[in-house]
């Protein structure tokens, strides 16, 4: 990859290391794990497009994959339902500090290495 394609394509490097990075920690917080989760590295420099290979998984931890996404889009909606309602106080999900919401796992500042 030459210099300016490398500089051009910095920001997708570190968005797809990132992706990784943060789909594996919420994975195993959810006890499941995709064995082979990777950047295709090669595909990237080739191309300039940084792709993210899922690679293959057992039946037991996609049926657990999916089962945390189902729970999560439950939350998702039911929270999106309690939000519009006056009624709650304490214990309402918003988004007033940020917190957890649009931000990935990993601690501010540390970076994987490009």
Known sequence: MGPILNRATADQRREAAYAVEDLETVLALGG??????????????RTG?????????RA????RIVDLLRKGLRYERLTGLLR???????????????AGQGTGFR???????T
Do not use: F, H, T
Request: aromatic share 6%.
């Open 84 to 98: 519009g309602c006056p009624g709650l106080q304490a214990g309402e999900e918003s988004d007033s500090c940020g």
């Open 32 to 45: 499941a794990k995709l064995p082979s989760l990777e950047v295709d590295w090669e595909y990237g420099r």
């Open 49 to 57: 497009c940084y792709l993210i290979n899922l690679g293959s998984a």
């Open 107 to 113: 601690p501010q500042g540390e970076r994987p290495p």
């Open 60 to 63: 037991g931890e996609v049926l």
